[in-house]
């Protein structure tokens, strides 16, 4: 009977509706336009003649409790109450009276966070779980983000990009990484190394088998014990069988690097689509700061900002520039790593006899 039937169980995001803003909720779907008053905020007016000022505040994303706290007191004193979150893990207070503004961002930079991240300015580095939820990655991904962000402060807080700059990490080298203007990804050197005495307990080999993207993975006996064996002529080092099988272990102090990729953007009101493309790789991998990725992302960034037409994303740039001019300006060494070698490739490749524009 279907009065019986069992009620299906929601557990998904819950609706976000119900923690609006009164005016947010009351004028959805109404904007009438926005501006930009200063780097940091930004003014709604509605049709119904409503104005929804909202601030950004940056923060570390994987937060504490009791800088969550914090922040969501600084929300009930200064703002109106509520508070959300970006996708790039800042926070945004809204507020219906401009006399708030001025208030709540002296509140939010005395507290020691810091106030931008619109328009275009360095947006907020969005980067992956690591550590803390996910069981594979190769490098501390928010650590990644911190360092970087402490020396692009000043491109947070100011509006003197071409266009938006949208960065991202990704903390192994198959899942999360984003399409970003510049990208920030974990590179393994070096195939898995198989603990061989685990596998047989740990690991469900046929699925391991079918995680290879390039099928260099085959069951074996090893000392009398059904195991893995890996073609290392095949494997690309992605890393994709190590979330399925933890004895084939992939990361190391020494072998796993950072690659840093750019031009990558998933389209917008202009143009098509872009794919992210290598331009630095076999960068360490060199906790707790980092330096010698930050300083590749700084001179990129310097470049951008310096070579571009006013609303030219990275990718703009690079098309309009090409890409052998983008390594000269940036003096970034282009090696044989830049070269799509894998033999798959040829379907990706510029192969055919016919000039292509
Ligand atoms: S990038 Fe990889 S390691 Fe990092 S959170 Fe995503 S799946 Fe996990
Ligand atoms: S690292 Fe990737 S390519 Fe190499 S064996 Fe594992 S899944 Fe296959």
Redesign the pocket.
């Known amino acids: 009977m279907a009065q019986d039937m069992r009620h299906p169980i929601e557990s998904g995001c819950p609706d976000g509706f119900q923690y609006m803003h009164p005016s947010m909720r009351r004028n959805y779907g109404q904007w009438k336009y926005h501006e930009h008053p200063r780097p940091g905020v930004l003014l709604h007016v509605a049709h119904s003649g409503d104005k929804l000022w909202t601030v950004k505040c940056g923060t570390q994303r994987i937060l504490d409790v009791f800088t969550l706290r914090k922040l969501t007191e600084i929300g009930d004193k200064f703002a109106d109450g509520y508070i959300r979150f970006t996708i790039r893990s800042n926070v945004e207070y809204v507020v219906t009276e401009e006399a708030k503004v001025q208030p709540l961002i002296e509140a939010i930079e005395g507290a020691g966070f810091i106030v931008g991240g619109t328009a275009n300015s360095v947006a907020m580095i969005s980067h992956?779980?690591?550590w803390l939820?996910?069981?594979?990655?190769?490098t501390d991904?928010s650590g990644v983000v911190k360092s970087m962000m402490d020396e692009l402060i000043d491109e947070f807080k100011n509006c003197n990009m071409p266009n938006r700059v949208h960065i991202t990490t990704?903390?192994?080298q198959?899942?999360?990484?984003g399409q970003g203007d510049i990208a920030i990804n974990v590179q393994h050197t070096k195939p898995p190394k198989i603990n061989h005495d685990l596998v047989a307990n740990v690991c469900e080999r046929p699925t391991v088998v079918a995680r290879c993207p390039v099928a260099a993975i085959r069951p074996a006996m090893v000392n009398g014990k059904p195991s893995l064996e890996v073609d290392e002529k095949k494997c690309i080092c992605c890393g994709a069988c190590f979330p399925p099988c933890p004895p084939m272990q992939i990361n190391d102090a020494e072998d796993t690097k950072l690659a840093i990729w750019v031009g990558g953007n998933h389209s917008n009101a202009r143009s098509k689509p872009t794919f992210q493309k290598l331009v630095a790789a076999g960068v360490p991998n060199n906790p707790p700061r980092w330096p010698e990725a930050t300083a590749i992302v700084k001179r990129i960034l310097k470049e951008y900002k310096e070579g571009a037409k006013d609303w030219e994303r990275i990718n703009d740039w690079i098309d309009r520039i090409g890409w052998p001019r983008f390594f000269e300006v940036t003096g970034l060494p282009f090696t044989k790593y830049h070269i799509d070698n894998w033999t798959g490739a040829r379907n990706s490749l510029n192969a055919s006899t016919h000039i292509r524009f």
């Open positions: 992956t779980q690591g939820h996910c069981d594979i990655p190769g991904a990704s903390c192994c198959i899942n999360c990484g």
